[in-house]
T-cell receptor, first 112, second 109 residues
Framework: DTEVTQTPKHLVMGMTNKKSLKCEQHMGHRAMYWYKQKAKKPPELMFVYSYEKLSINESVPSRFSPECPNSSLLNLHLHALQPEDSALYLC???????????FGPGTRLTVL | GQSLEQPSEVTAVEGAIVQINCTYQTSGFYGLSWYQQHDGGAPTFLSYNALDGLEETGRFSSFLSRSDSYGYLLLQELQMKDSASYFCAAYNYGQNFVFGPGTRLSVLP
């Protein structure tokens, strides 16, 4: 299995909702990442987990809360989002930090 | 701060060779990667340079010069399917990864 899966593919939520994005990989990778990508812009790193420990939090607002239950799973919990948070949220994994990153297809999030 | 620069657009014809440049200004630079992204798709890894010099992978090659803070991606024998956005990405110490603004490549028949 050489892919990263993400669910859901699309998500529409109101500003008062709580939702979660999920990411899974079965390649034995020990580093996992969350990126945010706006249309026609590059991916922006949000969080990095290395060996299931959060190692990077790129000054992301607290309304985004990451969780790494085990080495194969990565969640992003969303609460009280703003319309400007609407974007494509990409999950990626790599064998270790500084290795090739494999990206999932992303979750397209719309906040109303 | 950390910044990368790339041309915003490049156009070439099928069968041609195109070079996409990337200059970077980052602290704690570790290496430079290149990713391809088709419209509506996810980024796909193409190449990585941690050392100066040329890395070749099939039709794609990537070059890095640390002393010049410069790299490029070379695409040979262009095909229509190569039309996509190409991002350079700086890997920095401290597990920080910064993507360049992207270059949109259009391959014409």
């Amino acid at each position: 299995d050489t892919e990263v899966t993400q669910t859901p593919k699309h998500l529409v939520m109101g500003m008062t909702n709580k939702k979660s994005l999920k990411c899974e990989q079965h390649m034995g990778h020990r580093a996992m990442y969350w990126y945010k990508q706006k249309a026609k812009k590059p991916p922006e790193l949000m969080f990095v987990y290395s060996y299931e420990k959060l190692s990077i939090n790129e000054s992301v607002p607290s309304r985004f809360s990451p969780e790494c239950p085990n080495s194969s799973l990565l969640n992003l919990h969303l609460h009280a989002l703003q319309p400007e948070d609407s974007a494509l949220y990409l999950c990626a994994s790599s064998q270790d930090i500084y290795n090739e990153q494999f990206f999932g297809p992303g979750t397209r999030l719309t906040v109303l | 701060g950390q910044s990368l620069e790339q041309p915003s657009e490049v156009t070439a014809v099928e069968g041609a060779i195109v070079q996409i440049n990337c200059t970077y200004q980052t602290s704690g630079f570790y290496g430079l990667s290149w990713y391809q992204q088709h419209d509506g798709g996810a980024p796909t890894f193409l190449s990585y340079n941690a050392l100066d010099g040329l890395e070749e992978t099939g039709r794609f090659s990537s070059f890095l010069s640390r002393s010049d803070s410069y790299g490029y991606l070379l695409l040979q024998e262009l095909q229509m399917k190569d039309s996509a956005s190409y991002f350079c990405a700086a890997y920095n110490y401290g597990q920080n990864f910064v993507f360049g603004p992207g270059t949109r490549l259009s391959v014409l028949p």
